[in-house]
């Protein structure tokens, strides 16, 4: 793992980054500008823009992985899935509202949320170790709002910009992972009443374990462990589906019951 950017072009990157997520512009995929950028350049403005963040007090409250079904990676043109972290103002209640126009383009994903008992450190984490380490999972719904232009970007450019985190909602029912059929597990999204995506489990890397032990086993790259007690959202369930200002949405869980939201 190797970098072709100075510290200060990460930096300088990084504050970039996060500028478009705090101030809702669009910006250029930074591949453009920089063509020789590495996976652990784009790693490494992540966690600087985690950095920042804390710095200013900011908690980081879970994380994500993004990018996890096959249809997904292959709409999105890109090869591999990422993660990112969430922080603590991303979260936004059940039944509650999103704030649009703090947003550039949103989309949003169901997706089923794990939250660890016990640590998880890679190299060689299996979906077995996953699920041994998992506490209960609960419904989850992302939003996702790309800094880039069109959503238009490669896997470097989206893992530096966070890999899209905005905004999360977590509500329904938790239950052991054992009480659940995982792959199984369907989702129904509700725009403004209609049915406009449905999914099963399976979509998430063909378990959603697979994921969490995929996270481990990424971080585990840069020597950083899953510490017990992560919130993690595993990736969609569903495609991701564009939002507009004043949009409803319901996203049903089986069997989990569900999570409401409204973008004003
Ligand atoms: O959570 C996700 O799967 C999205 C990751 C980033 C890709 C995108 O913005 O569509
Ligand atoms: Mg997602």
Known sequence: MTNNLTKDQIEGLAEHLENAELKAFEVT????????????????????????????????????????????????????????????????????????????????????????????????????DALA???????????????????????????????SSTRFITGGQMVRPEEIDMKNFGVVMEINGEVVATGAGAAVLGHPAASVAMLANMMGERGEEVP????????GITAAVQINKGDNFAVRYQGLGTITGRFV
Request: aromatic share 12%; glycine share 8%; hydrophobic share 40%.
């Open 29 to 128: 995929k930074i591949t453009d500008d920089y063509p020789d950028m590495t996976y652990k350049d784009a790693f490494d403005i992540q966690w600087e823009i985690r950095r920042r963040k804390e710095a200013r007090g900011t908690k980081i409250v879970g994380m994500k992985m993004g990018l996890t079904s096959w249809a997904k990676m292959a709409q999105m043109g890109v090869e591999h899935p990422c993660y990112g972290f969430l922080a603590d103002y991303f979260t936004v209640p059940d039944g509650g509202e999103v704030k649009f126009d703090e947003l550039i383009h949103p989309k949003i994903e169901a997706e089923i949320a794990f939250v660890t008992k016990k640590p998880l450190k890679g190299p060689g984490v299996t979906i077995a």
């Open 133 to 163: 380490a998992t506490d209960f999972v609960l419904p989850a719904v992302e939003v996702i709002d790309s800094r880039y232009k069109d959503f238009k970007f490669d896997l470097k450019s989206v893992i530096a910009d966070n890999s």
């Open 228 to 235: 017990a007690g992560t919130f993690i959202m595993t990736g």
